[in-house]
């Protein structure tokens, strides 16, 4: 079965540059939820889209923004990196139905040097 | 404050020993409660979850959550762990405020099983 994809899984980036990460939810999903996973750290909210709005916002910086688009896959933009950026960045997808669990990606590794 | 705690953060067990890993919560009313597993490397998968009814839910791979209301607790176990359950554990809540399904996990188990 189809799965929630995240490119690129691995990403490089020096401080104050900017990264795009991209997700692709499960087809016919139109809800996508993004995670950052510090190490040895629990996931952390940063920001839901429905139907290609926002529709709940966590613990995302303002340096960071998302969209998702008509095609339902979401991009987080990260600018002005900083070194406590590196991490594990979920993204999830489910149908926004009641009751509809989550599904995860493989994630992002973000790594700012 | 609102959270939601996991109070092992390691343990290590050998294949067959029974496992229980506790989690609490503090949020009231209604939540949905999740357990979800990280294998090294890999992103998170569902083991099991509960909105609502039978308080004893059963997942995959054996495993086995029971809620308890008046404990808010919503503890994982499996009567017989494997080597392959090496992995870190995270329960998850939905809170009843801001968005159905917009997970607040805990700081995970990481269980180690020694064959």
């Known amino acids: 079965a189809a799965g929630v994809i995240q490119s690129p899984r691995h990403l490089i980036k020096e401080k104050r540059e900017t990264a795009t990460l991209k997700c692709y939810p499960i087809?016919?999903?139109?809800?996508v939820y993004w995670y950052q996973q510090g190490p040895g750290q629990d996931p952390q909210f940063l920001i839901s889209?429905?139907?290609?709005?926002?529709?709940d916002k966590g613990s995302i910086p303002d340096r960071f923004s998302a969209q998702q688009f008509s095609d339902y896959h979401s991009e987080l933009n990260m600018s002005s990196l900083e070194l406590g950026d590196s991490a594990l960045y979920f993204c999830?997808?489910?149908?926004?139905?009641?009751?509809?669990?989550?599904?995860f990606g493989n994630g992002t590794r973000l790594t700012v040097t | 404050a609102q959270s939601v705690s996991q109070h092992n953060h390691h343990v290590i067990l050998s294949e067959a020993a029974s496992l229980e890993l506790g989690c609490n919560y503090s949020?009231?009313?209604?939540?949905?409660l999740f357990w979800y597993v990280q294998y090294p490397g890999q992103h998170l998968q569902l083991l099991l979850k509960?909105?609502?009814?039978?308080?004893l839910v059963k997942g995959i791979k054996g495993f086995e959550a029971e809620f308890i209301k008046s404990k808010f607790s919503f503890n994982l176990r499996k009567p017989s762990v494997q080597w392959s359950d090496t992995a870190e554990y995270f329960c998850?809540?939905?809170?009843?405020?801001?968005?159905?399904?917009?997970?607040?996990f805990g700081t995970g188990t990481r269980l180690l099983v020694s064959p």
């Open positions: 509960y909105f609502s009814g039978d308080p």
């Open positions: 999830a997808s489910s149908s926004g139905q009641n009751n509809s669990p989550l599904h």
């Open positions: 949020y009231g009313g209604t939540v949905n």
């Open positions: 889209f429905y139907e290609k709005m926002q529709s």
């Open positions: 087809p016919r999903h139109d809800t």
């Open positions: 998850a809540v939905s809170p009843p405020k801001g968005g159905f399904q917009k997970l607040v």
